[in-house]
């Protein structure tokens, strides 16, 4: 029997027990959490409760269980040596070292290697470490007319990324975010703002071998329309195609040749290889592809699309990445539908949730293969779902094409009441198009 440890108790942790529970070899699940999910309790795993940000918690863990591997789920205790530490007690992960998750956790450290390295789909960018650079900071701001993004240099769950026309509009207050970036993490980053489509690829890697899950494209922005602030993932689409319909063969293309440049920089800059995931945020502009960012771990909501569709046994998978052998998978091997997860948010979401407050689930709720449900941030207690004020439950509709898909996700949606939002326009004709003109429109000029 494998034991395998999964750190973390989101939605995306849901979604990874799940991939692992599927496997042809016999699993036991063992789930260090900072609270109960009760999708993962419901999976069979073993649920310890801690702080996953508690390193000596963490080995401690790790060397009680003695799993065969582990996965580190939330980007926080990736950066903060999570891995590190289990390999400190003889525990491998599917999961890169705190080294290796610098791509993530520090955008100048991978704004940087990209220019060391010759990387393309690099920005015009600024690095600046002090507050008294504001006369640099000025000028570089000046110098692209206001078409700027202004990146916290740390972690801040998806919502360290400010752009210009969209959450700020002029110097002042685009100087206020660099400066609180300084103050917290000792620097910011000042990039070229892209105009373009967005999509993530997101890849599995070894340092040798880049094997690619489909395109898909996220939704960051809170309301409908893309309107209102900024996070951690409002839904993502994927099509039938395991593509999107306003991206093309060459875009995908790309975004792998830049994943691969990446992780053989990585090893080049660090001496050590990148193992685990590399998350892809990239547009597609009239210049050509562009790197957004990089995460060093799934996607939420994207692993909801992704895992739930992955054919290839994933246990297999993560044990030959360790082993440094993902070469011998050949490919990973997806259903061919279309994909469409929301998230079903506690109201007054991001900014002023509703917390501790009952859900109502219905008796008649029954998951299939094409209507699937994670829980993220609710509890269970004394027989009732409880909001945390955070992403509550993220609803997965699959389908023959994008269509099916969202009317599948939509009828699932329907066994949930209480105080609960979503973006309904997600996956709908009217933004697929709206996305398919922008892009048109952007490849002609």
Known sequence: MKKILVIGNGGREHSICDALARSPQEVKLYNFASAINPGIKNIGAEIITGDIMDMAAIKKIGEKIQPDFAIVGPDDPIGAGATDALAEVGIKSFSPSKACAQLEASKSFTRNLQEKYNIPGAPKFLVSTSADQVDERKYFFEKLEGQVVVKADGLLGGKGV??????????????????????????????????????????????????????????????????????????????????????????????????????????????????????????????????????????????????????????????????????????????????????????????????????????????????????????????????????????????KNIAEANDNCKAMMQNFSGPLFSRQDIGTAELIQKRLDHMAEIRNN
């Open 162 to 399: 400010l752009v210009a026309g969209d959450h700020f509009t002029d110097f002042q207050e685009a100087e206020g975010f660099a400066l609180l970036s300084i103050k917290k993490f000792g620097r910011v980053v000042l990039e070229e703002k892209f105009v373009g489509e967005e999509f993530s690829l997101i890849s599995l890697v070894d340092g040798e071998t880049v094997l690619d899950t489909p395109a898909m494209q996220d939704h960051k922005r809170a309301f409908e329309g893309d309107t209102g602030p900024n996070t951690g993932g409002m839904g993502c689409i994927s099509d039938e195609n395991l593509s999107l319909p306003f991206i093309t063969p060459e875009d995908k293309s790309a975004a792998h040749d830049i994943t691969v440049q990446t992780m053989k920089a990585l090893e080049a800059e660090l001496g050590e290889k990148f193992i685990g995931v590399m998350y892809g945020g990239f547009i597609a502009t009239k210049n050509g592809l562009k790197l957004i960012e990089y995460n060093a771990r799934f996607g939420d909501p994207e692993a909801l699309n992704i895992l739930p569709i992955l054919k290839t046994d994933f246990v297999d998978v993560c044990e030959k990445a360790i082993a440094g052998k993902l070469s011998e998978i050949g490919q990973l091997e997806f259903e061919p539908v279309a994909t469409v997860v929301k998230y079903l948010c506690p109201e007054g979401y991001p900014t002023n949730s509703v917390k501790n407050v009952p859900i109502t689930v219905s008796p008649d709720l029954q998951e299939t293969y094409s209507q699937r449900v994670f829980y993220a941030s609710v509890s269970e207690e004394n027989g009732q779902l409880l909001l945390k004020g955070s992403r509550a439950i993220g609803v997965l509709g699959t389908g």
